[in-house]
């Protein structure tokens, strides 16, 4: 069975425009606008996720020994 590839920022993050689109449209019948609605949650969370790990990573810099440190700016 073939895994599943998780989807980049950008994927989720278009797909998550895509459903908010329809949803405005007022003219997704109720019960596949709660599933659209749980999806766009879902998709709005891992986006959420990925930013955050993004933001842990750059904030972070490599000492002079190679160990990770936060970055602080000096002023």
């Known amino acids: 069975m073939a895994e599943k590839k998780e989807k980049s920022f950008e994927e989720s993050l ?4 895509s459903i908010v689109t329809k949803l405005e449209s ?5 019960d596949d606008a709660i599933k659209e609605f749980t999806k766009a949650m879902e998709l709005s969370k891992k986006c ?3 930013l955050k790990k993004a933001e842990e990573t750059i ?16 002023e």
Do not use: R, Y
């Open 14 to 17: 278009k797909e998550l425009e």
């Open 26 to 30: 007022g003219e997704v019948p109720l």
């Open 48 to 50: 959420d996720q990925k």
């Open 59 to 74: 904030t972070k810099i490599v000492d002079k020994d190679g160990s990770l440190k936060d970055f602080k700016v000096e």
